[in-house]
């Protein structure tokens, strides 16, 4: 059998598309002045998905440093984004808790990543973009399981894989750097 082309090759394509697609919501972004950067609406985003999540669970989703989410936080805490209160019973685990302010900004990104996707989907029927979606999750639970095998912290696959996926999929959303 003769080895896959890379320009077919499922990471490389997944990979080329995540790239356009946040590149093409950064370019909206700002031409919208928006004021903020993809790393803080990628917090925001995953904030809103994962509510009352420890900032240690959030920085595993993000795939960042604790250190970094935490210089994340501190920004937007000061821009009045967010707000953190201590865990119960623990008051060293802080909770971050998105704020009336960073609402608005929530709803321009999920208008922005929905305008994003359709331009990505223009050409695709109903049909074709169910399918593609419901190829991708089924993907992505097949690597959830096996991140489960391989160590993933119960407390983030929990997060993941029972998130509500209204804001997951929007540009620019999935990674806080990148």
């Given at each position: 059998?003769?080895?896959?082309?890379?320009?077919?090759?499922?990471?490389?394509?997944?990979?080329?598309?995540?790239?356009l697609?946040?590149?093409?919501?950064?370019?909206?972004?700002?031409?919208?002045?928006?004021?903020?950067?993809?790393?803080?609406f990628s917090v925001l985003a995953h904030m809103a998905r994962h509510r009352d999540i420890n900032q240690n669970a959030l920085?595993?989703?993000?795939?960042?440093?604790?250190?970094t989410l935490a210089r994340l936080l501190d920004k937007l805490?000061?821009?009045?984004?967010?707000k953190r209160r201590a865990q119960p019973g623990d008051r060293r685990v802080r909770i971050p808790q998105l704020t009336a302010k960073a609402l608005p900004y929530i709803e321009k990104m999920r208008a922005?990543?929905?305008?994003?996707?359709n331009e990505a989907m223009a050409g695709?029927?109903?049909?074709?973009?169910?399918?593609?979606?419901?190829?991708l999750l089924a993907v992505k639970a097949n690597l959830s399981e096996r991140s489960a095998r391989n160590g993933l912290s119960a407390d983030a696959r929990n997060q993941e894989a029972n998130a509500d996926d209204t804001v997951a999929d929007e540009p620019g959303a999935e990674r806080a750097h990148g």
């Open positions: 059998m003769p080895p896959e082309s890379l320009d077919r090759a499922l990471g490389f394509v997944l990979h080329d598309v995540a790239r697609l946040r590149r093409r919501f950064d370019h909206k972004a700002k031409a919208r002045k928006l004021g903020l950067t993809r790393a803080q920085a595993e989703i993000l795939e960042v440093k604790p250190i805490e000061r821009q009045g984004f967010i922005l990543g929905l305008e994003t996707r695709l029927t109903q049909q074709q973009r169910d399918t593609l979606i419901d190829t």
